[in-house]
């Protein structure tokens, strides 16, 4: 029998810390123990260190503090700048290119770092100044940084789906694989949407020969290939995504320290301490979740909810429309990390019960999540691009983005209704 005082403790105590300020890792732990506290008493308590240990030790987790390592790495041996110009020095002569070898630059850097935030700073740090200069419009500039770092959260290696694949089970190679060719369309729609609105009659430089970016090119190729050797192994079996992050975290230490020499051996102290601080905060988020999700299975409202929908015949259509409505509006407010974890342990089971794919309602979900980067008033890519143009009007670029969240919308209804563009290739 479900506790209504229970779910009422709980969903009060979260809201009101979150009100207070207190950091959402700590209201999601805190939350969930006074309720398990009030619920079955301190003899519970025992099992929530166990609860945890047993979670964190799983091997999937191991991928996240490498894979965020890895970023770092890339994020400060300039990676992502090499990218940008090797794409821009093919596309510049065409309407819109510098426009679209943003958006090149950006699926590129996605399939490297995984993380939005860290897509936006490093790519748009180049391309941002460079499409002012080629006199775009603002909302068209800072609308498509702020999309195109989006496709750091789909575009595998991913870690909201490595989050997501450790709290159903569910394969993260499947979802890797699952998350390519919705963010392949996206970028196609970024950059077809750029290309007709990108301003006409520039001045093209000629200052890229034929020598200049084949130059270029051969400079990048190591970083280009960085997706080949990470996804590539995961694809053909050579090695787990957990694994893969190793060889990456490898791969670009080779490339920054000793091929490109952005890097000294002091640097990679640097790297080592942002890299803990990330993880940190993400790992405490993590903590603070899986107490919550003890605690929500513990007064029973995931099966409650599930039994309920049931019996009272819900189209499974209706039901995933409004998951989708809850993640929208929980997007303006909390990041990535937070509704993730909040949700999948009421969400996931509910959906099991319709009978969706678990591989493809993670994409689902993680599709929603690329809106939360970008929707204010927190969406995280915001800021990034305010922290890159601190001139500009925080107002200005929550306006300028906003037309672009229609595009992730638009992914979004083409996935739902025809699945098998994310698990057709499985």
């Known amino acids: 029998m479900i506790s209504l005082t229970s ?14 300020g207190v950091p959402i890792g700590f209201s999601l732990g805190l939350s969930g123990l006074l309720t398990i506290l009030f619920t079955v008493g301190d003899q519970f308590m025992i099992q929530v260190p166990m ?25 400060q041996g300039k990676s992502g700048e090499r990218i940008f110009w090797v794409a821009n020095s093919w596309l510049h002569r065409v309407r819109g290119g510098t426009g679209v070898a943003t958006v090149a630059a950006y699926t590129f850097f ?4 995984g993380s939005s935030m860290t897509s936006v700073l490093t790519i748009g740090k180049i391309a941002i100044p460079e499409m002012k200069k080629q006199k775009y419009s603002k909302g068209l500039t800072y609308g498509l940084s702020a999309i195109g770092g989006s496709l750091g959260i789909l575009i595998p290696p991913s870690i909201p789906l490595i989050l997501y694949a450790s709290l159903t089970n569910t394969s993260p190679g499947k979802l ?12 196609f729609i970024l950059s077809v949407w750029t290309a007709m609105k990108a301003p006409r009659g520039l001045n093209i430089d000629s200052s890229h020969s034929t020598s200049d970016r084949l130059r270029n090119t051969l400079k990048a190729l190591p970083d280009m290939l960085l997706p080949v050797v990470v996804l590539g192994g995961i694809y053909k079996g050579i090695y787990t995504p957990t694994e893969a992050a190793a060889v990456g975290v490898i791969y670009a230490l080779v490339l920054t320290v000793f091929i490109h020499k952005n890097l000294s051996i002091k640097d990679l102290g640097n790297v080592l301490v942002e890299s803990v601080k990330t993880t940190a905060m993400l790992l405490s988020i993590v903590v603070g979740a899986l107490v919550f999700g003890a605690a929500l299975t513990l007064v029973g409202l995931p099966k409650y909810l599930s039994d309920v929908l049931i019996g009272l015949s819900v189209s499974p259509v209706l039901v995933l429309l409004i998951m989708n409505i809850i993640w929208i509006i929980m997007g303006m407010f909390l990041e990535v990390v937070s509704i993730l974890l909040i949700t999948t342990p009421i969400f996931f089971p509910i959906a099991m019960a319709m009978g969706f794919d678990p591989v493809w309602f993670g994409i689902i979900m993680v599709l929603n999540m690329e809106l939360a980067v970008i929707t204010p008033p927190v969406g995280m890519n915001l800021f990034a691009i305010k922290s890159i143009m601190p001139e500009e009007p925080l107002e200005l670029i929550m306006k300028s983005v906003l037309p672009f ?4 919308v638009l992914v979004l209804v083409i996935v739902w209704i025809f699945p098998s563009v994310a698990i057709g290739i499985l």
């Open 7 to 20: 779910i009422l403790i709980l969903l009060a105590v979260l809201l009101i810390c979150l009100i207070l």
């Open 51 to 75: 609860t945890l240990y047993k979670s964190l030790s799983e091997f999937v987790f191991v991928a996240i503090p490498l894979y965020i390592l890895m970023g770092e790495i890339l994020y």
């Open 110 to 113: 996605a399939a490297i770092v």
């Open 176 to 187: 890797f694989m699952a998350g390519i060719i919705p963010g392949l369309i996206l970028a």
């Open 405 to 408: 969240a229609l595009f992730a």
